[in-house]
């Protein structure tokens, strides 16, 4: 579903280079859930971007649902297909829009339903993200932001996205919030199957919510592991993001 060959991209500023992603290599296949671990700075968000095609690699190659992203034709499928969701909701959501109307754009935008309809299923979709339906007649400052979160959430999921790129978007809120949002991906990731890639610097929540994480140091890979085989992980790097989860 994706696949990505030596992917590099670099920084320039003031005659310095930074190499935020060097020479990465890796796939997700349809359906699987990849975590990328790494502390702040080792390339992770960048990597997200890339793969959102958001921002181009230096070089290298990305295939995105079998295609080389150079040779896309029709982008309007992809950016359906591919979504992402960042850490501040508030960053995603105009503060002048009701969250019904932040939740009707992707029906209009693609086509999806018409606006009866597309209300229905919002109401729907409230429900399936824990949330009283009035919360769509709501601004975005008038809820918390793990409400958003749930929000947020709901958006992506109703265009039933093939891949969702998730950028440590519960690393703003509480422990509870925090696991209400993930224990909500993963009840929806049973009933609608998805890929994702789930970025953040926390090893032992992407051990309970991925298949296998990749380990990212200063750009590079520096382990891949079944996440279920985490304790057996034998990078030192890996070894200390583990202890520093616990
Ligand atoms: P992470 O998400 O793991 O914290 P990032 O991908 O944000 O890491 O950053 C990786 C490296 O690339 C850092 O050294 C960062 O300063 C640098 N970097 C990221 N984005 C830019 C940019 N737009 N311009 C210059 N340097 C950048
Ligand atoms: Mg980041």
């Given amino acids: 579903m994706i696949q990505l060959e030596n992917i590099c991209k670099q920084y320039t500023n003031h005659n310095h280079t930074v190499r935020a992603v060097d020479n990465v290599s890796f796939f997700v296949a349809p359906n699987e859930r990849v975590g990328i671990a790494g502390g702040s700075g080792s390339g992770k968000s960048t990597l997200l971007r890339l793969i959102a095609m958001l921002e181009k690699p230096t070089s290298g190659t990305l295939r995105l649902f079998g295609e080389d992203i150079s040779q896309i034709q029709n982008h309007t499928e992809v950016y359906r297909s591919l979504q992402m969701m960042f850490q501040n909701p508030l960053a995603v959501i105009p503060p ?10 992707p029906y209009i935008n693609y086509g999806l339903m018409d606006v009866a309809a597309a209300k229905d299923d919002i109401r729907k979709w409230m429900q399936r993200v824990d949330l009283p339906e009035n919360t769509v007649n709501k601004y975005p400052h008038e809820v918390s932001g793990g409400q958003l979160q749930r929000v947020v959430l709901a958006r992506i999921m109703l265009m039933n996205p093939k891949l969702v790129l998730f950028d440590e978007p519960t690393s703003a809120l509480d422990a509870v919030n925090q696991k209400l949002v993930l224990d909500l991906l993963q009840k ?7 890929g994702y890639v789930f970025v953040s610097h926390d090893i032992g929540l992407l051990q309970a919510i991925t298949d296998r994480i990749i380990v990212m140091k200063d750009g590079q890979i520096v382990e891949t592991i079944e996440s279920k085989r985490l304790k057996e992980a034998v990078h030192p ?3 200390a993001l583990v202890e520093a989860s616990v």
């Fill in 188 to 194: 929806i990731y049973t009933e609608q199957p998805f």
């Fill in 96 to 105: 002048r829009m009701n969250l019904e109307a932040f939740l009707l754009e």
């Fill in 237 to 239: 790097y890996t070894q």
